[in-house]
Nanobody
């Protein structure tokens, strides 16, 4: 069973700057398209940010100007640097990875989630 490894969540004060990370299992000659989603308690899951293997990034309006997404050198690790957090950012953050190996070997992975609580 393939697992994504997430870290970096926890309790932070308003205005804090935690960094989340997500690492996918590595295979050679694969591309990794990675994204973050979050789900506040009692609400729907929402897109936060994504980074493609070629470096293209996207952000939700709520994340623009405050969150920065990046990939590590090996492309199977993703980071989400968050700044200026407010209580509205409190949620379970989950990473999603789409791994494409060769022309058609596609696998989707979801992390277990890491809770970020802002007070």
């Amino acid at each position: 069973h393939v697992q994504l490894v997430e870290s970096g969540g926890g309790s932070v004060q308003a205005g804090g700057s935690p960094r989340l990370s997500c690492t996918a299992p590595v295979r050679s000659r694969c591309r990794y398209d990675m994204s973050w989603y979050r789900q506040p308690e009692g609400k729907e899951r929402e897109f936060v940010s994504s980074v493609d293997d070629d470096g293209t990034t996207k952000y939700a309006d709520s994340a623009k100007g405050r969150f920065t997404i990046s990939q590590g050198d090996t492309k199977n690790t993703m980071y989400l640097q968050m700044v200026k957090l407010s209580p509205e950012d409190t949620a379970m953050y989950r990473c999603k990875v789409v791994r494409l190996c060769g022309h058609s070997d596609i696998e989707n992975f979801w992390g277990q989630g890491t809770q970020v609580t802002v007070s």
